[in-house]
């Protein structure tokens, strides 16, 4: 045997030992506590490696340090013990995704939760992934309804945009949430909803209205509640991203609410507390913002080449009192195309949905918006603000001009017809219909008091005997549209006076 031989012989030995080595690292639980397992002698461990350990629990790295790796317990760890063996798997943290999984409710490790047994995956996703690249991507250009008529006509959002919903406890915002979800019926966008650190009767609640609406068949509910610990929490919403990300790699457009993100903020700050990580103010702001704009920038709208697709993202934060000028909350604003911002004030004088259209925008939504409702709510932004204004103002005023009192009755009107209750979303024509009617002075002979009665009756009306024009406008709008709309206006106005 020559030399050489050997040499060459021996290399291929230490390559494929390595090889082998790597996979099978085996490493002891050195202290476990809290959930937490300082595990040593996994020297290659990588960031968010899927840790095996006895009784066929898992844990997750999240600490990597020089001789020993911090490791979060995925659910019980009451059975772990100090000397246990801890083995590397070398996969980063996935979850079972698929069709099947629509109509049901899981954990964060894509078990289900909801009794009616064992889900048939089609495959596998990790739950921490890079977000797509620039040029994988396409601008937002179709519309993505909410069936909540201020925010379709003046905040409108498109596929593929992530915008905030945003204000204090008990202001709506869920409300706004499930509402855009029910309003996707027929509309072929898959609802991934992932309530974090939640009540589970608030769930319990949630998931009723969804099935009462008819909306849970296209929808995956992905629970982490208050008392299943930090460890789930901190993963439902890259979990629940990772179910969406299977829908749009198919080419579907999938809508996702994180329920709420102040809650999966303060699940970290309790890891990373566990983690021994430094309990600093300095350290932590910075950690949040790359958790947060790690998992906003998977929402996407994917290029034509890739087959398109899309993830429309709308996080929740609650706000402390109104300020949203907190570091979380101002992080998540930057990091969006856009808030939706709830007031209580408003809330408790009825204004409901409680938006504040003057702090509220839509970066890119306007481009998505469907043409007859953008004509119809044109200035209506803009309109509103001076309203406010002047309403204000007026309040020590003691006469009026006939200007100024006829543009404060009319936004009188428009104030009262961006009202609406929970859970009705409407559809897309019948709301640029009100809109057109409010911004055209059709409700200016309505009392104030009696607004909401002709918002049902021209709601039946129009679902009645109006169906081809809805359709129309729905469809586009120019000036054929604009007369047969009138028409029906007209007519609706002859049978109800
Ligand atoms: P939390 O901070 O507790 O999560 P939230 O901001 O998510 O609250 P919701 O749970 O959506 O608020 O709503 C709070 C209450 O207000 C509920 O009882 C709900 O029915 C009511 N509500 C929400 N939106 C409207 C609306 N548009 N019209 C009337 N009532 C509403
Ligand atoms: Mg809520």
């Keep these: 045997m020559s030399a050489q031989f050997l040499i060459k012989n021996l290399k291929e030995k230490i390559m494929n030992f390595e090889a082998v080595s790597d996979v099978t690292e085996v490493g002891q639980v050195v202290d476990i506590r809290d959930g937490i397992a300082r595990i040593s002698g996994l020297k290659n461990c990588f960031m968010s490696e899927m840790i095996e350990l006895p009784g066929g629990s898992s844990a997750i790295a999240l600490n990597l340090e020089a001789d020993s790796v911090g490791a979060v317990v995925l659910g019980d760890f009451g059975n772990i013990k100090e000397g246990d063996v801890a083995k590397r798997t070398g ?74 919903i945003i204000g204090d406890r008990q202001t709506g915002k869920t409300t706004i949430a499930l509402d855009t979800i029910i309003n996707q019926k027929g509309q072929g966008v898959v609802c991934v909803y992932v309530a974090i650190g939640q009540k589970k009767s608030k769930i319990a609640r949630a998931i009723k209205t969804l099935e009462d609406k008819g909306a849970m068949n296209y929808t995956i509910v992905v629970f982490a509640g208050a008392s299943e610990g930090p460890a789930l929490s901190f993963l439902a919403p890259y979990a ?26 303060a699940s970290y700050r309790e890891l990373s507390l566990l983690l021994r990580r430094p309990s600093g103010r300095e350290a932590y702001p910075g950690d949040v913002f790359y958790l947060h704009s790690r998992l906003l920038e998977r929402g996407a709208r994917r290029s034509k080449e890739l087959g398109g697709g899309s993830i429309t993202a709308l996080p929740i934060i609650e706000t402390q009192a109104g300020d ?34 003057g702090l509220s925008v839509s970066r890119v939504g306007g481009s998505a918006q469907i043409k007859s409702m953008k004509k119809a709510a044109g200035k209506m932004k803009l309109d509103l ?75 039946d009306f129009m679902a009645g005997s109006k169906e081809e024009v809805l359709k129309e406008v729905e469809k586009s709008w120019d000036e054929q549209i604009e007369k047969l709309l009138k028409d029906a206006l007209e007519e609706f106005k002859q049978i109800n006076s």
């Design 324 to 357: 949203i000028s907190a570091y979380i909350p101002t992080n998540v604003i930057s990091i969006t195309d856009g808030q939706i911002f709830l007031e209580t004030d408003l809330f408790n004088k009825g204004v409901r949905p409680a938006i504040n259209v």
């Design 91 to 164: 996969k980063v943290l996935s979850l079972p995704v698929g069709k099947n999984f629509l109509g049901r409710v899981i954990d964060p490790l894509g078990l289900p939760i909801d009794g009616k047994g064992a889900i048939k995956n089609d495959g596998e996703y990790p739950m921490e992934r890079p977000a797509l690249g620039v040029i994988d991507r396409q601008t937002v250009n179709q519309s993505l309804q909410t069936g909540i008529k201020s925010i379709d006509a003046m905040i409108p959002i498109g596929r593929g945009q992530r915008e905030l």
């Design 385 to 459: 603000a001076q309203y406010l204004e002047l309403e204000a103002f007026s309040q020590f005023a003691s006469d009026m001009d006939a200007e100024t009192k006829k543009t404060l009755e009319r936004g009188k009107r428009i104030m009262e017809i961006l009202k609406q209750g929970p859970n009705s979303p409407i559809r897309a024509g019948l709301q640029a219909a009100i809109i057109y009617a409010a911004n055209n002075g059709y409700l200016d002979a309505v009392e104030i008091d009696k607004i909401a009665e002709w918002e049902e009756k021209f709601k």
């Design 240 to 265: 629940g991203t990772a179910m969406a990300e299977y829908f749009m790699e198919k080419g579907k457009d999938a809508l996702i609410i994180y329920d709420d993100l102040s809650k999966h903020a």
